[in-house]
């Protein structure tokens, strides 16, 4: 699996005027959870480029007061006005302690029913999972090529051992639609919502 290094320093002082100091000085404030204890730090805004802002599953090596973790991503927190990074929390990874994760998915194969003139929607591009650290990887590949036309691959389909997948297990991740179905289904989507708010306008 992928991971990027950060070289953080420590954090003594927390709350909002810490962090707005902190940020003043293009540093982002953050906090890793799971270990044996909270590790406060901060580190430079373009340290978490290549973490933050990209779709890829990475582990980051953060190493803080000599000593190093090894996390990845919990959450993060945009500033509402500017759009800049505001906070970040890490999850430790303990060797014997199962994390929850949000694993990407990458699709494999050539559907039969696009091969018949189907289109492909992916519904899914991730999957929530609970594993040991040992487990986690990149991505779970889902091969779509026994995909039909009007057929669906759902949750309940993807088999990964090693992982609990945390979501609905009857959501359909990818299907193979018609172009007339699927232009059905786009223009039917604005409709069911603007029923919505006139519905509960007769309440």
Do not use: W
């Amino acid at each position: 699996m992928k991971s990027i290094t950060i070289d953080a320093q420590p954090r003594t002082e927390t709350g909002k005027k810490a962090a707005r100091q902190l940020r003043s000085q293009g540093l982002v404030p953050c906090v890793i959870y799971g270990g044996e204890k909270e590790i406060n730090f901060s580190a430079p805004i373009l340290a978490f480029k290549t973490l933050v802002y990209t779709p890829e599953f990475q582990k980051a090596i953060i190493n803080v007061d000599g000593k190093t973790y090894n996390c990845i991503l919990k959450d993060i927190q945009f500033n509402k006005v500017s759009d800049h990074l505001a906070h970040v929390d890490f999850l430790e990874l303990v060797d014997d302690k199962k994390v929850i994760a949000t694993i990407p998915l990458k699709f494999t194969g050539v559907s039969v029913g696009v091969k018949e003139g189907g289109k492909l929607v992916i519904k899914i591009k991730s999957l929530k999972v609970k594993s040991l650290p040992k487990y986690l990887k990149e991505n779970i590949e889902v091969d779509i090529t026994n995909l039909e036309l009007h057929g669906n691959i759902r949750v309940e389909d993807v088999k990964e051992p090693n992982y609990e997948i945390l979501n609905s297990p009857r959501i359909p991740i990818a299907s193979v639609v018609t172009t007339r179905q699927l232009k059905i289904e786009e223009s039917s989507a604005p409709a069911a919502g603007a029923a919505a708010p006139a519905a509960a306008a007769k309440k």
